[in-house]
Nanobody
């Protein structure tokens, strides 16, 4: 049974950094793109970043471009999201997702597997 487990979320001050991890198991995630989404209170879940199966292609939301970096280690079945220069508006639950496509995409409908999420809170 495919499973995604996120970790690394916590309370951090504005301007700080965090690295989120997503451990995948029970599926061939190394052959597919992976993504990060987030959902703030009262808002819809939104795309943050995506990475292709080999790690050679990435895609980012405009709001995080230049501050966040997505990467993956297929040998460890793990995807990472390095978040720098954090802002209060980055506060949300961050979800890891496994795609049904090999290329990075912002399209939520292309993701079939989801983790439970990890809370990131950025204080001002």
């Amino acid at each position: 049974q495919a499973q995604l487990v996120e970790s690394g979320g916590r309370l951090v001050q504005a301007g700080g950094s965090l690295r989120l991890s997503c451990a995948a198991s029970g599926g061939t995630f190394s052959s597919y793109a992976m993504g990060w989404f987030r959902q703030a209170p009262g808002k819809e879940r939104e795309f943050v970043a995506s990475i292709g199966w080999s790690g050679g292609g990435t895609s980012y939301a405009d709001s995080v471009k230049g501050r966040f970096t997505i990467s993956r280690d297929n040998a460890k079945n793990t995807v990472y999201l390095q978040m720098n220069s954090l802002k209060p508006e980055d506060t949300a639950i961050y979800y890891c997702a496994g795609s049904t496509r090999s290329y990075p995409t912002y399209d939520r409908s292309r993701y079939a597997y989801w983790g439970q999420g990890t809370q990131v809170t950025v204080s001002s």
